[in-house]
């Protein structure tokens, strides 16, 4: 298992420094079934909010992997949080093994919920750099303390702790994606690119029509279309400032936890998965990353080491990204054994398939068990190759 931020002595708000940091933090790992490797690198930006979490072995017994990527902004703390907390709630939850998509869409919200506590409180100010605890501390009580401070858009930098997230679930024959973010999920199938994702911004037609309809405005600032002129993703981790609208769900909120949830089945035309931060989908396209990475297979490079040169093509002049960058590749072996019952992700009582609706109250039910809770870059031209 593997969950990883990458500190460095750098601390402060993520500014874009003059000369990238290239070292990079590279993992690798396997079982019979999968192979991956993710590797990480603070790039342009003065410091490093990334972080991630690969286990290859989540559950022996289901035969059920879990991966992770989660682009924090505004500090380190809730990505570094996710990385330790989000594949153990999905691991808890009383329908991990009978309905998968619900475990983890509830994850997402139980992320929130952890984080309002005083426990919660307390590991996130620990995360924060070593020469800005003051500051960071500050700025997490302000996050966690969001849906009840008045005066909290008169407050530059409070409550601007969050982090957006892409997971990917695989058990047996099927890959269960939920992502909240801009972060992105891309299945290789036979060199075709297969997007499991859809980029959560506040341009999206739903995505403002919920933004709107929760009192907040879309703002396009910088070429980007963004929450009251501040946040420019819709669907994030943390970031309470944008949710305080006491008459609203949390799946309401302008800005929401709530996940995209896309099951795919494993076949034998399914060669690999990738996962990646925006700072990587910046600068180049779905399918010519594809292609890179199978280039890069056949020439017998091994997947840590074409992790890592895909960042630093990256980071290549004219065009760089100047963001964070951490990318996730998950390679089948061969098409996985369906796991045994009652561990179909998505399989009610008896083989059926349970009813969205059902799912979904499943989630609320979940929820309701628990007491609730009372920067970014201009986007560049990008790389097909």
């Keep these: 298992?593997?969950?990883?931020?990458?500190?460095?002595?750098?601390?402060?708000?993520?500014?874009?420094?003059?000369?990238?940091?290239?070292?990079?933090?590279?993992?690798?790992?396997?079982?019979?079934?999968?192979?991956y490797a993710v590797?990480?690198?603070?790039?342009?930006?003065?410091?490093?909010?990334?972080?991630?979490?690969?286990?290859?072995?989540?559950?022996?017994?289901?035969?059920t992997s879990f991966f992770g990527v989660y682009d924090g902004h505004g500090g380190p703390a809730v990505s570094m949080f996710c990385a330790k907390h989000f594949h153990l709630e999905v691991q808890k939850h009383p329908h991990f093994n009978d309905s998968l998509r619900i475990a983890v869409e509830s994850a997402f919200f139980r992320m929130d919920q952890m984080m309002m506590t005083e426990e919660g409180r307390r590991e996130l100010s620990e995360y924060s750099p070593a020469n800005n605890n003051a500051n960071m501390n500050s700025t997490v009580k302000d996050m966690l303390l969001g849906?009840?401070?008045?005066n909290m858009k008169r407050r530059p930098g409070a409550a601007d702790v969050g982090s957006t997230a892409c997971v990917a679930v695989i058990r047996g024959n099927q890959i269960i994606v939920g992502n909240a973010g801009d972060c992105r999920c891309v299945l290789s199938r036979n060199g075709?690119?297969?997007?499991?994702?859809?980029?959560?911004?506040?341009?999206v037609p739903a995505e403002r029509r919920r933004i709107e309809n929760a009192g907040r405005s879309v703002v396009v600032t910088g070429g980007a279309g963004r929450i009251d002129g501040g946040i420019a993703v819709s669907r994030s981790i943390g970031d309470m400032r944008y949710k305080s609208n006491s008459r609203l769900t949390p799946a309401l909120q302008a800005l929401t936890c709530s996940p995209e949830i896309r099951v795919e089945n494993?076949?034998?035309?399914?060669?690999?998965?990738?996962?990646?931060?925006?700072?990587?989908?910046?600068?180049?396209?779905?399918?010519?990353?594809?292609?890179?990475?199978?280039?890069?297979?056949?020439?017998?490079?091994?997947?840590g080491k074409n992790c890592e040169a895909i960042l630093d093509m990256c980071v290549e002049p004219p065009q760089p990204s100047v963001d964070n960058m951490t990318i996730l590749l998950v390679r089948f072996k061969h098409k996985a054994p369906a796991a045994p019952d009652p561990s179909r992700a998505d399989d009610g009582?008896?083989?059926?398939?349970?009813?969205?609706?059902?799912?979904?109250?499943?989630?609320?039910?979940?929820?309701?068990?628990?007491?609730?809770?009372?920067?970014?870059?201009?986007?560049?031209?990008?790389?097909?190759?």
């Design 192 to 203: 075709q690119a297969t997007v499991l994702t859809t980029d959560h911004k506040p341009s």
């Design 266 to 303: 494993i076949t034998d035309e399914t060669e690999f998965l990738v996962m990646a931060c925006d700072g990587v989908w910046d600068v180049v396209l779905n399918q010519g990353l594809v292609e890179i990475i199978r280039n890069n297979m056949k020439s017998g490079m091994d997947l």
């Design 147 to 150: 849906c009840a401070c008045v």
């Design 349 to 385: 009582p008896h083989g059926k398939r349970k009813s969205k609706a059902s799912m979904e109250q499943g989630v609320m039910d979940n929820l309701n068990k628990a007491a609730p809770p009372t920067a970014s870059v201009k986007a560049k031209p990008r790389r097909s190759f």
């Design 1 to 35: 298992m593997h969950l990883t931020h990458h500190r460095q002595a750098n601390s402060g708000m993520s500014t874009i420094s003059r000369e990238p940091v290239l070292s990079k933090t590279t993992e690798r790992g396997e079982n019979d079934r999968l192979e």
């Design 39 to 63: 590797s990480s690198m603070q790039g342009y930006r003065a410091n490093m909010e990334d972080a991630h979490a690969a286990v290859g072995d989540l559950d022996v017994s289901t035969a």
